[in-house]
């Protein structure tokens, strides 16, 4: 019997767990291998380590892990998982189960990209989704955003101080307010309303966009939007609530609808929040509140006190109910 079994070994898991071990709670940590950044060749805006690769901090935090010995790292995948009631039982991928008193989830979420022939070869490395993440490394270059709608054009304007060559691409989408199309025409961004047939690049650099009617646009860059989908069945089979956007629902502290059931990264967001926040840096420090809430819930189960924790930000007063 663990006293926590974090599923995801992500920034979220390993900081989660690197809290648990340092208070010597017995952990395991499920690392199934599949990451969300696994395409990126470097990882962007962390504080002390800009600039590195994805599989190089993963590297160092299941290094400094091992310095830990209640914390063990299992390279699985949690197939199942269900509450016995006082604790939790996991399915392995192997056919073995584990159990623990508390379970923190951070499985991720896998991305449903727009249906743009040639996007998918060209995620991560000339297309992206977030512009603290990788806009610096394409400053000066020239950069369109498809997509449809205010949140796009808002995004085409928030780059333009990035580069003097912006353009918006609706890909064949709604017509935008005069108003915002006039901002975009004083901030130079052109607007291409005509459906995109393909990015088309060249030795795995993206050289131009491709229309099904009109001139082709070479860009060196691309930002877009992506639909999330949860990367595991797990919040689904232990019942935790969710938003309408498929994050798990939690609280200020990562707690789920589910006593004792944790969610940490990009898979978990607050009401008071309109999306997770799909950064490194972010996912690390919600593993890290996460994991200090699980051991002050473990505390005071022991020791039959409240754990101090209250929470503003969630809807769901029967989070509270411990």
């Not at 019997?1 to 599923?7: E, G, K, L, N, R």
């Not at 915002?180 to 088309?200: H, N, P, T």
Request: net charge negative; charged share 25%.
């Amino acid at each position: 019997m663990y006293d926590a079994i974090v599923v995801g070994g992500g920034p979220a898991g390993l900081s989660a767990a690197l809290t648990l071990g340092r208070v010597r709670r017995t952990t395991l940590v499920l690392d199934s291998g599949a990451y969300r950044n696994a395409t990126a060749e470097h990882a962007q805006n962390i504080f002390t380590r800009d600039g590195t690769p994805p599989e190089e901090l993963r590297r160092i935090g299941r290094e400094q892990l091992a310095a830990y010995p209640t914390v063990e790292i299992e390279p699985l995948n949690a197939e199942h998982a269900r509450s016995t009631g006082d604790a939790f039982e996991v399915r392995l991928s192997d056919g073995s189960t584990r159990t623990a008193r508390r379970l923190l989830l951070a499985t991720g979420v896998a991305d449903e990209l727009p249906d743009i022939d040639g996007l998918a070869d060209l995620w991560g490395k000339g297309a992206f989704h977030c512009p603290y993440c990788h806009g610096y490394e394409v400053r000066d270059q020239s950069l369109a955003v498809i997509g449809s709608g205010e949140r796009y054009a808002d995004l085409a304007l928030h780059l333009r101080r990035l580069s003097d060559d912006v353009a918006l691409c609706t890909n064949g989408g709604a017509d935008l307010d005069p108003d915002l199309i006039a901002l975009l025409s004083d901030q130079g961004i052109a607007v291409r309303d005509e459906a995109i047939d393909g990015l088309v690049s060249k030795d795995g650099v993206l050289d131009r966009i491709e229309f099904e009617s009109g001139e082709p646009l070479t860009r060196q860059a691309v930002f877009t939007s992506f639909t999330p989908r949860q990367r595991s069945a797990l919040p689904t089979q232990l019942g935790c609530a969710r938003f309408d956007d498929d994050a798990v629902e939690v609280d200020d502290f990562g707690r789920t609808s589910v006593i004792g059931v944790y969610a940490t990264g990009d898979m978990a967001r607050r009401a008071t929040m309109p999306a997770p926040f799909a950064a490194v840096i972010a996912a690390a420090a919600s593993g890290t509140i996460a994991a200090a809430a699980l051991d002050r819930d473990l505390l005071a189960a022991d020791l039959g006190r409240p754990t101090g924790f209250t929470s503003r930000s969630t809807p769901s007063a029967r989070q509270l109910a411990r």
